[in-house]
């Protein structure tokens, strides 16, 4: 997968952070840690898909595969946090 674009790289680079901030989160019993996190993803997410034609770009495969991590990783915070995450994302 390449990243070619600036908020990609930085949607990525984000999520990849999730097991040393959820093992930031459980060593301190931090769980405003594991939020802030939540809300910078979806912040970034949210950068991400207003600057970038998803669907029917050159870019389609690796951006879907952003698209789909970004979703695995705020349901497990939801999970985490306590919180039912909508039915529909």
């Not at 405003?32 to 997410?45: G, I, R, T």
Request: proline residues 2%; glycine residues 4%; charged residues 25%.
């Amino acid at each position: 997968m390449v990243l070619k674009d600036s908020s990609e790289r930085d949607l990525g680079l984000h999520l990849i952070r999730f097991t040393e901030i959820f093992e930031q989160a459980l060593s301190g019993f931090k769980l405003h840690v594991l939020c802030d996190y939540l809300y910078q993803l979806a912040s970034k997410f949210h950068i991400f898909y207003t600057q970038n034609k998803v669907c029917g770009s050159t870019e389609e495969t690796s951006r879907l595969l952003l698209c789909e991590a970004t979703v695995v990783v705020m349901k497990k915070c939801f999970d985490l946090i306590g919180i039912e995450p909508p039915a529909r994302v």
